[in-house]
């Protein structure tokens, strides 16, 4: 081997252990334990995440059931215990006065166009009526479960054992309530507001005001209509021919050609409709009239009508 080809591979063999030691270099530059941890812990990680993944979906589909089992058992719950409250509903027609018991023993009079919705059996806490119309109560006391009588435009009376009347008729412009004794609260459809009656008190709604009074009053007056008999006492022509109409079944218009506002004070006890009418004409220039029977008429509602005319 002469001496150019012995500086070749002496060049050669320089080369490879250059690279030798570079690779040395880079092998003792990098930390192959950390190396290895990290990639343990991405496995752990990683082991982890499905693990969990799987438990959440286990849980998912274990919980399913009880989930859909109580809302099945919630709404089974529910509507049996409003299935199980059954109501009664007893109307007064007009013409007529009816007397009857609730389930509590109270004993209730509902005055003629009147109607009365309760349940067939107090179980609750309270004892709660609906009323629209006129009532005379007689509450059988029970310190423990209040008596509720609500009315249509929202104002209610509550009471633990007492008599007392509440006219609520929708027809009319106020709803009133009558004390006879014990003790009686109103609730006002105003934001709950409450009063406290004593006997011989009452409370006058006003439904287009809504604004309530409170005063004192002839309770046998207000009550009268239970006995067959009516009383008006500072009452207008309005009021009177609203009575008249409930009373006798009938259908009153009336025309007031006066424009006056005219009170009336009388005692009717076993009258007739013309009889009252004949004593009306002569307090008030008036006349009138039963319409005669055609189709058109309201008789075949099962009412006659009565047009009647001040002067």
């Known amino acids: 081997m002469n001496t150019t080809e012995q500086e070749i591979e002496m060049e050669?063999?320089?080369?490879?252990?250059?690279?030798?030691?570079?690779?040395?270099?880079?092998?003792?530059?990098?930390?192959?334990?950390?190396?290895?941890?990290?990639?343990q812990e991405r496995c752990h990680q990683?082991?982890?995440?499905?693990?969990?993944?799987?438990?959440?979906?286990?849980?998912?589909?274990?919980?399913?059931?009880?989930?859909?089992?109580?809302?099945?058992?919630?709404?089974?719950?529910f509507t049996s215990s409003q299935a199980d409250i059954r109501f009664a509903e007893v109307k007064a027609l007009d013409g007529t006065v009816v007397r009857f018991e609730l389930p509590d023993s109270s004993v209730?009079?509902?005055?003629?166009?009147?109607?009365?919705?309760?349940?067939?059996?107090?179980?609750?806490d309270k004892r709660e009526v609906a009323l629209q119309g006129e009532g005379y109560f007689e509450v059988k006391a029970n310190r423990e479960h209040p008596f509720y009588v609500?009315?249509?435009?929202?104002?209610?009376?509550?009471?633990?054992?007492?008599?007392?009347n509440v006219q609520a008729y929708d027809d009319s412009?106020?709803?009133?309530?009558?004390?006879?004794?014990?003790?009686?609260?109103?609730i006002l459809p105003n934001?709950?507001?409450?009063?406290?009656?004593?006997?011989?008190?009452?409370?006058?709604?006003?439904?287009?005001?809504?604004?309530?009074?409170k005063s004192t009053t002839d309770v046998?007056?207000?009550?009268?209509?239970?006995?067959?008999?009516?009383i008006f006492r500072n009452a207008t022509l309005d009021e009177v021919f609203k009575a008249l109409s409930r009373r006798f079944n009938v259908d009153i218009s009336y025309r007031n050609h006066t424009n006056r506002d005219d009170r009336y004070r009388a005692t009717f006890h076993d009258?007739?409709?013309?009889?009252?009418?004949?004593?009306?004409?002569?307090?008030?220039?008036?006349?009138?009239?039963?319409?005669?029977?055609h189709s058109s008429s309201t008789a075949n509602k099962g009412k006659r009508k009565v047009l009647i005319d001040l002067y």
């Open 173 to 186: 412009e106020c709803i009133e309530t009558s004390l006879e004794e014990g003790r009686l609260n109103v």
């Open 271 to 293: 009258e007739t409709l013309p009889q009252i009418l004949d004593y009306l004409s002569k307090s008030t220039v008036l006349t009138w009239k039963y319409e005669p029977y």
């Open 191 to 213: 934001k709950g507001q409450q009063l406290t009656l004593r006997p011989g008190e009452y409370v006058s709604y006003n439904k287009l005001t809504c604004q309530a009074m």
């Open 108 to 124: 209730v009079w509902l005055n003629a166009g009147s109607q009365l919705r309760y349940p067939i059996s107090f179980d609750g």
């Open 12 to 39: 050669q063999l320089l080369r490879q252990a250059d690279a030798i030691a570079d690779d040395i270099v880079t092998m003792e530059m990098t930390d192959v334990a950390g190396a290895y941890d990290r990639l």
């Open 46 to 77: 990683s082991r982890r995440h499905v693990v969990l993944g799987r438990l959440m979906r286990y849980a998912a589909i274990l919980a399913l059931p009880l989930l859909l089992s109580t809302m099945v058992l919630a709404y089974l719950h």
């Open 220 to 230: 046998e007056v207000k009550t009268a209509w239970r006995k067959g008999e009516l």
């Open 150 to 164: 609500h009315t249509p435009s929202g104002m209610s009376v509550y009471v633990y054992g007492t008599h007392f």
